[in-house]
């Protein structure tokens, strides 16, 4: 398996476009979390999803933000408009429930600068 | 919700000596307790983890311990090497069926040789 697969690995856009950031989770797994990661505010967990279904997006910072799930093998992060401060490092993770232990596998993370 | 402490933010330590990293928890129903380890400029990977039925668990170096009833758990890492600096992120998980977790502040750790 190739693991967690992130696209784009950087992205560098202006202030004020849309950006979106994609994630191919791990075959099989049920479970899709999307963090955002800042010196100052560290790890932060935006939103996860259960077999395609938002269970908590309360880390989502504003309305700006959005994040889909069409299918067990794709998801997405939109940033509409993008503005200086959302400029992270943006990491998606999977896991599954089936288990013994409650691992998330990380991608490679977006590096995301907004000028 | 869950709140994770992490201390101290910061660590260095000459090589062969111990390094111990700190975590409390606000959540009384957590059980899980994983910690990961990130490189510079790598994801984040698990490196062990502990569940509430569990004192302590040891995988060579390194070792968890955990105390329920104060609410802390901590990383131990003996025999530290220089492949061991990186930023050490402890976090915590509720009870139930949500695989959601909240990860500390983390602690970067330097090693010198």
């Known amino acids: 398996d190739a693991g967690v697969i992130q696209s784009p690995r950087h992205e560098v856009t202006e202030m004020g476009q849309e950006v979106t950031l994609r994630c191919k989770p791990i075959?099989?797994?049920?479970?899709l979390f999307w963090y955002r990661q800042t010196m100052m505010r560290g790890l932060e967990l935006l939103i996860y999803?259960?077999?395609?279904?938002?269970?908590?997006d309360s880390g989502m910072p504003e309305d700006r933000f959005s994040a889909k799930m069409p299918n067990a093998s794709f998801s997405t992060l939109k940033i509409q408009p993008s503005e200086p401060r959302d400029s992270a490092v943006y990491f998606c993770?999977?896991?599954?429930?089936?288990?013994?232990?409650?691992?998330?596998?990380f991608g490679p993370g977006t590096r995301l600068t907004v000028l | 919700g869950e709140n994770v402490e992490q201390h101290p933010s910061t660590l260095s330590v000459q090589e062969g000596d111990s390094a111990v990293i700190k975590c409390t928890y606000s959540?009384?129903?957590?059980?899980?307790f994983p910690w990961y380890k990130q490189e510079l400029g790598k994801r984040p990977q698990l490196i062990i983890d502990?569940?509430?039925?569990?004192g302590e668990k040891k995988d060579q170096r390194i070792a968890v311990t955990l105390n329920k009833t104060a609410k802390h758990f901590s990383l131990h890492i003996t025999e530290t090497q220089p492949e061991d600096s990186a930023v050490y992120f402890c976090?915590?998980?509720?009870?139930?069926?949500?695989?959601?977790?909240?990860f500390g502040t983390g602690t970067k750790l330097q090693v010198i040789p």
């Open positions: 993770a999977s896991g599954t429930s089936g288990a013994l232990r409650n691992e998330q596998f």
């Open positions: 075959s099989g797994h049920d479970y």
């Open positions: 999803f259960n077999n395609n279904v938002p269970i908590d």
């Open positions: 959540d009384s129903a957590s059980n899980y």
């Open positions: 502990i569940r509430s039925n569990v």
């Open positions: 976090a915590a998980r509720n009870s139930g069926g949500y695989q959601k977790v909240t």
